[in-house]
């Protein structure tokens, strides 16, 4: 399967996709001028690689901000990661005084339906 990564910018996080190494992150602030520009790749990846997957999958997301359109392609990701016929989980990664993300990683976890752990980080 191709590696898929995309570096970060000031707008955009950081994304590794790379199932030889079975790495999968999305780390950063993710506040794209086109989010369908940004996360259809990512969608696009998840998708062919459903099919493919033989081995438990565990994606880290560490995002320190981000928008509505966003979330849109977090709650996208997640449901596909669900459908995989594998044992998945989620590393939510924040802040320790970040109770909305720490909120949104729980709403998300009840919408989703996969197992999160949930990782306090220190400020960058």
């Known amino acids: ?60 997301l560490h995002l320190e901000y981000f928008n509505t359109s966003t979330h849109k392609y977090l709650d996208d990701i997640l449901r596909i990661i669900g459908s995989f016929h594998v044992s998945t989980k989620v590393i939510w990664k924040y802040v320790e005084d970040d109770d909305d993300l720490l909120e949104i990683g729980e709403r998300l976890q009840d919408y989703c339906k996969i197992p999160f752990d949930y990782v306090i980080v220190e400020e960058d």
């Open 1 to 60: 399967m191709v590696r898929l990564e995309l570096e970060q910018t000031r707008f955009s996080p950081y994304v590794l996709m790379d199932s030889d190494e079975q790495k999968y992150i999305i780390r950063g602030r993710s506040i794209p001028n086109n989010a369908k520009m940004f996360f259809e790749p990512i969608v696009d990846w998840l998708v062919e690689f459903k099919g493919k997957v033989s081995h438990d999958f565990t994606i880290e």
